[in-house]
């Protein structure tokens, strides 16, 4: 069995060796620590290893684990689905949120956001697989929700995220991942500011980042599965 900081720094390499072999440098990935279901000691433990970003799903076990680690240098992601009547704890103690991808969200978390914290960092989940029963805005309607949470005071637009389909064939999986840096540059016309692409998880770090990917988020590689 290895350690937790092993297997980060596998994690590492693995970034390393994939911006390598596509020309790319790895100071350009940010590695987005997902610890979704795992104790605030692993992250604990990841963070000594030299982990910075971590990433949760759930919304109260989060906020537990950002009050139980207020001694770290943490820049915490909220990466789950959002529900409208829940945004508070999300614009008061998270520093990003990848999910966004309604204006109503998007509005509520600006109005939310406490006046002495920094913007919070947006990323719009677009629904690159077009699968009916997930989150994400449909990719035709990206740029005008783009338009929208641009002009929020409370939110900085980052960029986009996306969770693509299980694809068994690389093919296939590399064109949704393809797709995704397509809207990205697109949209980045529009929005100059934006810099991060959020794609890319234990499973498809490689692909994603040789489609341009700048932030992956790796959970199984690095604290192991989860029940
Ligand atoms: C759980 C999760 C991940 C991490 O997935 P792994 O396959 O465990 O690396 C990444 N992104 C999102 C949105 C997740 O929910």
Same mark, same amino acid.
């Given at each position: 069995m290895s350690t937790i900081a092993e297997r980060l720094f596998e994690a590492q390499a693995r970034i /390393? /060796? /994939? /911006?390598?072999? %596509?020309?790319?440098? =790895?100071? =350009? &990935?940010?590695? !987005?620590?997902v610890s979704k279901t795992k104790p605030a000691s692993d992250i604990r433990e990841a963070y000594l290893a030299g982990a910075r970003h971590f990433g949760e799903n759930y919304l109260q076990e989060g906020v537990e684990k950002i009050t139980e680690l207020a001694d770290?240098? &943490? #820049?915490? #992601?909220?990466? @789950?689905? !959002?529900?409208?009547n829940k945004t508070r704890p999300v614009a008061?103690?998270?520093?990003? $949120?990848? %999910?966004v991808d309604r204006l109503k969200i998007a509005r509520r978390l600006s109005e939310q956001r406490p006046? @002495? *914290?920094t913007p919070?960092? $947006?990323?719009?989940?677009?629904?690159i697989s077009g699968e009916a029963s997930k989150s994400?805005?449909?990719p035709a309607e990206l740029a005008a929700l783009a338009q929208g949470v641009s002009a929020l005071p409370? !939110?900085? *637009?980052?960029?986009?995220?996306?969770i693509p389909a299980p694809e068994a064939d690389v093919v296939r999986q590399r064109q949704a991942l393809a797709q995704m840096k397509q809207l990205f540059d697109d949209l980045k016309v529009q929005h100059p500011q934006m810099d991060t692409l959020s794609m890319g998880m234990s499973g498809d770090l490689e692909a994603a980042v040789a489609e341009g990917s700048t932030m992956v988020r790796i959970g199984t590689a690095i604290f192991g599965t989860r029940k």
């Open positions: /390393a /060796a /994939a /911006a390598q072999n %596509s020309g790319r440098s =790895a100071q =350009a &990935i940010t590695l !987005l620590a770290l240098a &943490i #820049h915490w #992601h909220f990466i @789950g689905p !959002l529900q409208s008061e103690r998270f520093d990003w $949120v990848h %999910s006046e @002495g *914290l919070l960092n $947006v990323c719009l989940q677009v629904n994400g805005v449909p409370g !939110l900085t *637009l980052r960029g986009l995220m996306a």
